[in-house]
């Protein structure tokens, strides 16, 4: 079974400053697909960056980029640029071509300071 | 507006008592999730269903059943015997065919709480 681990339970960040938020996977797979969720205190889940791991290149989503490291199965967010908007559960989570069902980290609190 | 309802936000029920909980897309999506979160951790799977009249055991389904007679709709019902039942239920649905854009989209979820 795939697992999923954010080592982070919490982080802060001042505003405008840059963050990373660290993920690590575990699979046997060689095709799949991570994502980046945000998670307001309204609970709504929020996309915030996808990753196919065929791509070598990391993915982009305006202030959020990843570091993908496929052989180190390391999927980190950076966010740069920080808002207090950005203050949030963000959660890693990997999808198995399978399933195609989400495995999700337990989550790192992202606190923004003014 | 395409999109997933849960109903009701909120939910109390008595230990002992099934309860159903609700959850509608409209965005023609073939597959649907039921996902269970507990404070401090991530979401668990419960069940999915990728095609109509057809449904899978999540990481975590002992205690829980659903249903998938209609493509949008996908209710769960906790039964009562779920040993720890009081939890937030989040529902998503996705497209199971167009991998280029492929997401999968949550509702607001339901907050149920047994006592």
């Known amino acids: 079974a795939q697992t999923v681990t954010q080592s982070q339970p919490e982080m802060s960040v001042q505003e405008a400053e840059t963050v990373t938020l660290s993920c690590t996977y575990d699979?046997?797979?060689?095709?799949?697909?991570l994502f980046w969720y945000k998670q307001p205190p309204s609970r709504q889940m929020i996309l915030v960056i996808r990753q196919e791991a065929y791509k070598q290149q990391n993915a982009t989503e305006n202030r959020f980029s990843v570091n993908f490291q496929k052989a180190a199965k390391s999927f980190s967010l950076k966010i740069s640029d920080s808002q207090l908007g950005d203050a949030a559960m963000y959660f890693c989570a990997y999808e198995d071509t399978g399933r195609r069902a989400l495995t999700f980290g337990s989550g790192t609190r992202l606190q923004v300071q003014p | 507006d395409g999109g997933i309802t849960q109903s009701p936000k909120y939910l109390f029920r008595k230990e002992g008592q099934n309860v159903t909980l609700s959850c509608e897309q409209n965005?023609?999506?073939?597959?649907m999730y039921w996902y269970r979160q507990d404070p401090g951790q991530g979401l668990r799977l419960i069940y999915y269903?990728?095609?109509?009249?057809?449904?899978q055991k999540g990481d975590i389904a002992e205690g829980y059943s659903v249903s998938r007679e209609k493509k949008e709709s996908f209710p769960l019902t906790v039964t009562s015997a779920q040993k720890n039942p009081t939890a937030f239920y989040l529902c998503a649905s996705s497209t199971m065919w167009t991998a280029s854009s492929y997401e999968q989209y949550f509702g607001p979820g339901t907050r149920l709480t047994v006592t």
């Open positions: 269903s990728q095609i109509v009249n057809d449904f």
């Open positions: 699979t046997s797979e060689s095709d799949y697909y």
């Open positions: 965005l023609n999506h073939d597959a």
